[in-house]
C-alpha cells in the first residue's frame, strides 16, 4: 500500500503514514461491525439453546438489535460517583478497549495481509493481551464501591492464574513450528499431518494443548462458567457496576473485541488459520479467500463459546483457581516436556 500512495507522487514517510492509517481504520472499522454483529449472534445462540426467539424486532430478523442499543447508551448520561476517582474512572474502559484493539496489528488474516508482520508476533499478542486485566482492576478500584473492587481483585487471580498456562501453551507451538511470527506459525501448518491436514491441533501431541487453550481463552475473556468477575449474582455487574452510558459500552466493545481476537489466535495457532482444513488440489480449497477459512473458523469457535455460556453453570471460585492451577499448569508443564522431548528425538536428533 505504500508503494501505491508513492506512484501517486507522494514522498516515502507520507506514504508509509497514510498506509498505517489506512491499515488501522481497514482493521477497527469491520471490527466494530463485527463486534455489533456478534453480540446479535450470541443472544441468538442463546436464545436458540433456550427455546426461545432472541432478538427479532428491530430491522429484519433484529438484525439492528445492537446498533438500537448502541445508540440507547449512546443518547443515556455519562454518571460518574461522587467518592469515585474521576480520572482513573473514565480512563479505565478506555485501557480496555484500546487493548483490545492493539493486538489486531500482528494478526495475520492472509498470506501477506497482516498490518505488522514482526518476528516476535506471538510474544505481542501475549504482552499486550495481558495489559487488558489493568482497564478491569483500575475500574473496580476508581469506583470507590465494594463490588468492584471485589471484581477486581477477582480479575487479577484469573487472569494470572490461565495467562501461565496459555504460555506454556504457546511454547508447545513455539517449538514445533520453530518461529514467534504468526505468519510463519500458519505456514508451518499446511499439510501438517499426513501431508493431507493443515493444523497443529490434528496432531495427537499437540491436540491436548489446543483444548486447554480453547478452555483458557474462556477464562481470560471472563465468558461463563468463568465469569466470576462479573457473577451477578454475587457481584452485581462487577468492575462494571457504577458505569453507564459509553464508558459502559467501551467495556462491552472491549470484551467482544476481545472474545473475536481470541478465536482468531485459535484458529491461527492450532487449526490453520487462513488454510483450508485439507491439503489436497483436488478439490477448489484454495480458490476460497483466505480471509473467509478464517471467518468461517472464528465463526465456529465463537458457537462453541455461546454454546458453553448457553449450557454450562459456573464454576465456584474455588474450582476457578483450581482448575488453573492444579490441572492446566502441570498438564502444559508436562506437554512441554513431551514435545521438547518427541522433537528432541525426531526432528533435531536426525539432523544431530
Given at each position: 500500500?505504500?508503494?501505491?500512495?508513492?506512484?501517486?507522487?507522494?514522498t516515502?514517510?507520507?506514504?508509509?503514514?497514510i498506509?498505517?492509517?489506512?491499515?488501522?481504520l481497514?482493521i477497527?472499522?469491520?471490527l466494530m461491525?463485527a463486534v455489533a454483529m456478534?453480540?446479535y449472534?450470541?443472544?441468538k445462540?442463546?436464545?436458540?439453546?433456550?427455546l426461545?426467539?432472541g432478538?427479532?424486532?428491530?430491522?429484519?430478523w433484529?438484525?439492528?438489535?445492537s446498533?438500537?442499543?448502541?445508540l440507547k447508551?449512546f443518547?443515556k448520561?455519562t454518571?460518574?460517583p461522587?467518592?469515585?476517582?474521576?480520572?482513573l474512572?473514565l480512563?479505565?474502559?478506555?485501557?480496555?478497549?484500546?487493548t483490545?484493539?492493539?493486538v489486531w496489528?500482528?494478526?495475520p488474516?492472509?498470506?501477506?495481509v497482516?498490518?505488522?508482520?514482526?518476528n516476535?508476533?506471538l510474544?505481542?499478542?501475549l504482552a499486550?493481551?495481558?495489559?487488558?486485566?489493568?482497564g478491569?482492576?483500575?475500574a473496580?478500584?476508581?469506583s470507590?464501591s465494594?463490588?468492584p473492587f471485589f471484581?477486581?481483585l477477582r480479575?487479577?487471580?484469573q487472569?494470572?492464574?490461565y495467562?501461565?498456562?496459555i504460555?506454556?501453551?504457546l511454547?508447545t507451538v513455539?517449538l514445533w513450528?520453530g518461529?514467534?511470527?504468526?505468519?510463519?506459525?500458519?505456514l508451518?501448518?499446511?499439510?501438517?499431518?499426513?501431508?493431507l491436514?493443515?493444523?497443529?491441533?490434528f496432531?495427537?501431541?499437540?491436540?491436548?494443548m489446543a483444548v486447554?487453550?480453547?478452555?483458557s481463552?474462556?477464562?481470560?475473556?471472563f465468558?461463563?462458567?468463568?465469569?466470576?468477575?462479573e457473577?451477578?449474582?454475587e457481584?452485581?455487574?462487577?468492575?462494571?457496576?457504577?458505569?453507564?452510558?459509553?464508558s459502559?459500552a467501551?467495556?462491552?466493545l472491549g470484551e467482544?473485541?476481545?472474545v473475536?481476537?481470541?478465536c482468531v489466535?485459535?484458529?491461527t495457532?492450532?487449526w490453520?488459520?487462513w488454510?483450508?482444513?485439507?491439503?489436497?488440489?483436488?478439490?477448489p480449497w484454495?480458490?476460497?479467500p483466505?480471509i473467509v477459512w478464517?471467518?468461517i473458523?472464528m465463526?465456529?469457535?465463537?458457537?462453541?463459546?455461546s454454546?458453553?455460556?448457553?449450557?454450562?453453570?459456573?464454576?465456584?471460585?474455588?474450582?476457578?483457581?483450581r482448575?488453573?492451577?492444579?490441572?492446566?499448569?502441570?498438564?502444559s508443564l508436562?506437554?512441554?516436556?513431551?514435545?521438547?522431548?518427541?522433537?528432541?528425538?525426531?526432528?533435531?536428533?536426525?539432523?544431530?
Open positions: 500500500m505504500t508503494a501505491t500512495f508513492q506512484h501517486w507522487g507522494l516515502y514517510e507520507w506514504s508509509w503514514f498506509a498505517t492509517i489506512a491499515g488501522i481497514l477497527a472499522l469491520p461491525l456478534i453480540i449472534a450470541d443472544r445462540i442463546w436464545a436458540a439453546i433456550a426461545r426467539r432478538p427479532n424486532v428491530v430491522g429484519p433484529g438484525l439492528l438489535q446498533f438500537a442499543d448502541g447508551v443518547l448520561e454518571i460518574i461522587t467518592s469515585a476517582n474521576k480520572g474512572f480512563i479505565a474502559p478506555i485501557v480496555t478497549f484500546t483490545a484493539l492493539i496489528a500482528v494478526i488474516f492472509d498470506a501477506g497482516v498490518l505488522a508482520d514482526v516476535v508476533g510474544l505481542y499478542v499486550a493481551s495481558s495489559l487488558g486485566v489493568y478491569v482492576i483500575v473496580g478500584w476508581a470507590n465494594k463490588y471484581s477486581a480479575a487479577a487471580a487472569m494470572v492464574s495467562e501461565v498456562s504460555g506454556f501453551v511454547i513455539v513450528s518461529t514467534f511470527n504468526l505468519s510463519s506459525i500458519v508451518q501448518q499446511q499439510g501438517h499431518v499426513l501431508g491436514l493443515n493444523g497443529f491441533g496432531n495427537p501431541l499437540l491436540f491436548p486447554v487453550f480453547l478452555i481463552s474462556m477464562a481470560e475473556t465468558r461463563t462458567p468463568f465469569d466470576l468477575v457473577a451477578e449474582s457481584l452485581v455487574a462487577g468492575h462494571q457496576t457504577e458505569y453507564s452510558s459509553m459502559f467501551l467495556f462491552w467482544y473485541g476481545n473475536i481476537l481470541m489466535l485459535n484458529a495457532l492450532f490453520g488459520g488454510l483450508p482444513p485439507l491439503n489436497i488440489d483436488l478439490i484454495f480458490d476460497i483466505g478464517l471467518f473458523k465463526s465456529v469457535f465463537f458457537f462453541i463459546f454454546w458453553v455460556k448457553a449450557t454450562v453453570p459456573r464454576y465456584r471460585y474455588d474450582q476457578l483457581m482448575l488453573g492451577w492444579k490441572i492446566f499448569l502441570p498438564l508436562i506437554f512441554v516436556v513431551i514435545v521438547s522431548g518427541w522433537l528432541m528425538l525426531t526432528r533435531y536428533g536426525a539432523a544431530a
